[in-house]
């Protein structure tokens, strides 16, 4: 029995599809690729440990200058004496400071560059990566967070779930990254106020004490205080945030004590700078060339 319009089916030998888009990435993208693959884990390597040698210096440079100034500043004034013996001695003040802290800044900036190269040439423009949002009251599972999300947001930090911060989605760079740029022009400021202008000016910077600290409340009352105080929240953020990144410390309580963290170094820096401006304004020699790096 055959039927009107009844076609004979075959076999044929199937073919690929070409529509202009190609099915795998050619030989330049791929070599591309395997050096991004080499690359991009090398800088975070470098990132990471680079910062180890600051991290001794504030552990020396924290303490005498924004916890111990709110209990005793004499006390203070020793141990600022003490680790500027240490931190400021041949040799060691290259590798602590400029060099530690130079290299965590550039393969940082570095690492960033090469991301918005790679997503361009994967994309074909800045591809800012996405996160799934979650319920408010969703339970949250730490595994899959994202390694930059860190210490979170308000409604992460009040156990109400994850939601990716605006940070993120205006700029496509963590709160982690956001801060760490933030810092880089207060610490700039700290360390020329601090170190380089009376350098250039005495050749040394032996003569900055607490009192010098004082001295400019008095001089540049708000400058210095919003600067100081924003230097101590933006490193207290950064410095706790990589930690918990480094260590994989995302869980509710951990984010809970890192906010306590910042928020009770802030507010420990906020009663050492009301200890320092009650000194009394030294006087003489001293007190003049203070004037002098302040004007």
């Known amino acids: ?43 975070y390597t470098v990132q990471k440990w680079s910062i180890l040698p600051f991290g001794c210096f504030a552990l020396l440079h924290i303490p005498a200058v924004v916890v111990m100034p709110s209990l005793s500043v004499n006390l203070a004034k020793q141990l600022f004496t003490m680790g500027r013996c240490v931190y400021q001695a041949p040799g060691l003040e290259s590798l602590m400071i400029w060099g530690s802290l130079g290299v965590h800044i550039l393969s940082g900036v570095t690492l960033r560059l090469l991301k918005i190269y790679r997503n361009y040439s994967y994309y074909g423009m800045v591809h800012k990566r996405t996160r799934r949002r979650k319920s408010l009251f969703a339970k949250e599972n730490t595994d899959d967070l994202d390694p930059s999300f860190g210490m979170g947001g308000i409604t992460s930090l009040l156990g109400l779930g994850f939601k990716g911060s605006y940070i ?12 760490g740029y933030l810092l880089l022009p207060v610490l700039a400021a700290h360390i020329n106020d601090m170190r380089l202008l009376p350098a250039s000016i005495d050749g040394d910077s032996n003569l900055i004490d607490v009192e010098y600290i004082t001295q400019a409340l008095a001089q540049h009352k708000w400058t210095t205080s919003l600067g100081l105080l924003a230097l101590v ?3 207290s953020y950064h410095t706790i945030g990589g930690m918990m990144r480094y260590l994989k410390l995302y869980s509710l309580r951990s984010r809970q004590w890192s906010y306590a963290l910042v ?16 000194l009394p304004l030294i006087q003489g020699y001293v007190g003049k060339r203070y004037s002098v790096y302040l004007a």
């Open 233 to 235: 929240g933006l490193a």
């Open 168 to 179: 993120s989605k205006i700029l496509g760079i963590s709160p982690l990254s956001f801060t």
């Open 263 to 278: 928020v009770g170094m802030f507010t420990v820096a906020g009663f050492s700078l009301r200890a320092i401006s009650q």
């Open 1 to 43: 029995m055959s039927f009107p319009g009844k076609v004979e089916l075959s076999p044929v030998q199937p073919l690929p599809l070409d529509i202009g888009i190609p099915v795998t990435p050619n030989e330049k993208e791929l070599r591309e690729r395997r050096r991004f693959s080499k690359l991009i884990p090398f800088l």
